[in-house]
DNA sequence: CACCAGGCAAGTA
DNA sequence: TACTTGCATGGT
């Protein structure tokens, strides 16, 4: 089968439907850094709360987070939920801003993608879809984020094992699209927001764009 | 009331 | 390597 093909389908009926999302819905690359952790197994709704609280109280710099007490942080980001081990994680990570680069995005983004891949992995509390959200949606680089959403939505259309891997699911994309930032950010917008859009419940589905592909199926408990 | 959300790490066998 | 568990809030 064609794999590039049934990708430019989907990324095409999804485009044509919402139009272009501009992505990372955050005001500047810390903030996306900042909500790619916050985000981990959470609605996006309980990350605004958290986003808004550390933003209330001037604490959404590397600077700033680097002083706060971890204490602290966890009280402020309490909406987030998991908000100890996150204001770990975001202490670890401002850590490594400050020690790898002085704090300095600018200075982070212009590492080549698979070193700077390699680095973030290396520090506590960032796997593989926090690193590449960061590496995309902060830095730019040409890396396809997989989440939840990615992985539900090729299975349902039977383009993964149901045992495929982080690597494996990335590959799909990765190995048949052009390696384009651009393509890629608004790939994954897409993909989250059909997520978001076509609810669990079948009953209550509008209308999905992606339908039209595996006309034959039945429908399962989650449209996309 | 139960279930879920844009994961990750540590522990066990 | 493969599987399990802890982490926690707020919305439906």
């Avoid at 990372?24 to 709704?45: K, R």
């Avoid at 706060?68 to 100890?84: F, H, K, Q, V």
């Avoid at 995005?105 to 891949?117: D, H, Q």
């Amino acid at each position: 089968m064609d794999c590039r093909n049934d990708l430019l389908r989907i990324y095409g009926l999804l485009d044509g439907h919402f139009g272009d999302l501009h992505w990372w819905p955050a005001e500047e690359p810390f903030e996306v850094m900042v909500g790619a952790i916050l985000t981990q197994n959470t609605a996006w709704a309980n990350v605004e709360k958290a986003i808004a609280a550390l933003k209330g109280n001037r604490l959404l710099s590397p600077e700033a987070l680097s002083r706060i007490d971890e204490g602290t942080l966890a009280r402020i980001i309490r909406p987030s939920g998991y908000y100890n081990v996150k204001a770990q994680r975001l202490k670890s990570f401002v850590r490594f801003l400050q020690e790898e680069y002085a704090g300095d995005i600018g200075i982070m983004s212009a590492e080549e993608l698979p070193t700077l891949r390699d680095k973030l992995l290396g520090v506590q509390g960032i796997g593989q879809e926090t690193a590449d959200s960061i590496l995309l949606y902060a830095c730019g680089k040409p890396v396809f984020v997989c989440d939840a959403y990615t992985r539900r939505i090729l299975q349902r259309h039977g383009l993964i094992d149901d045992d495929a891997d982080y690597h494996r699911i990335q590959e799909m994309f990765m190995d048949h699209l052009p390696h384009d930032a651009a393509l890629f950010n608004q790939f994954h917008a897409l993909i989250v927001y059909a997520g978001k859009t076509f609810c669990r419940k079948v009953s209550k589905c509008e209308p999905c764009p992606l339908r039209t592909l595996h006309a034959e199926r039945p429908p399962l408990p989650r449209c996309t």
